[in-house]
C-alpha cells in the first residue's frame, strides 16, 4: 500500500522556520515529481512547491518564493519543504503529493496524497 506520511509541522512564532518531511512508503518515489500544497482555515488548496524526479527542476507558488525551498533525498524516498520567514499567513494544512510523472508543474496531475501535516504560525 502506498503511503505519504509528513511530519514536521507545529506552532511556531511569525519568523521562525520549519521543515516538513514526506516520507513515501509502498513504493519507491524516485522517478516521479513530488509535490507540496497547503490548505489554510475555509479556503481552497493552494500549491506550493513542487520538484522534479531527480532534484533539477523546481516550481514555486509566487506567495512563498523566496521564503520556501523543496528538496528530495531519493535514497530516503523523503521530500521536504523548508520554511523561513513564517508569517501568519502561512497557517494551514501543508500536504505531500507524488506524480506517476517525472515533471509535472503546479497543475500536475499529482496521483497520491498524504494526510497532512498542521502548521500554525502566531504573530
Known amino acids: 500500500q502506498v503511503q505519504l506520511v509528513e511530519s514536521g509541522g507545529g506552532l511556531v512564532q511569525a519568523g521562525g522556520s520549519l521543515r516538513l518531511s514526506c516520507a513515501a512508503s509502498?513504493?519507491?518515489?524516485?522517478?516521479?515529481?513530488m509535490g507540496w500544497f497547503r490548505q489554510a482555515p475555509g479556503k481552497e488548496r493552494e500549491f506550493v512547491a513542487t520538484i522534479s524526479w531527480s532534484g533539477a527542476i523546481t516550481y514555486y507558488s509566487d506567495s512563498v518564493k523566496g521564503r520556501i525551498t523543496i528538496s528530495r533525498d531519493n535514497a530516503k524516498n523523503t521530500v521536504y519543504l523548508q520554511i523561513n520567514s513564517l508569517k501568519p499567513e502561512d497557517t494551514a494544512i501543508y500536504y505531500c503529493?507524488?506524480?506517476?510523472?517525472?515533471?509535472?508543474?503546479?497543475?500536475?496531475?499529482?496521483?497520491?496524497w498524504g494526510q497532512g501535516t498542521q502548521v500554525t504560525v502566531s504573530s
Open positions: 503529493a507524488a506524480s506517476y510523472y517525472s515533471v509535472v508543474g503546479p497543475q500536475g496531475p499529482y496521483d497520491y
Open positions: 509502498g513504493r519507491t518515489f524516485s522517478s516521479n515529481a
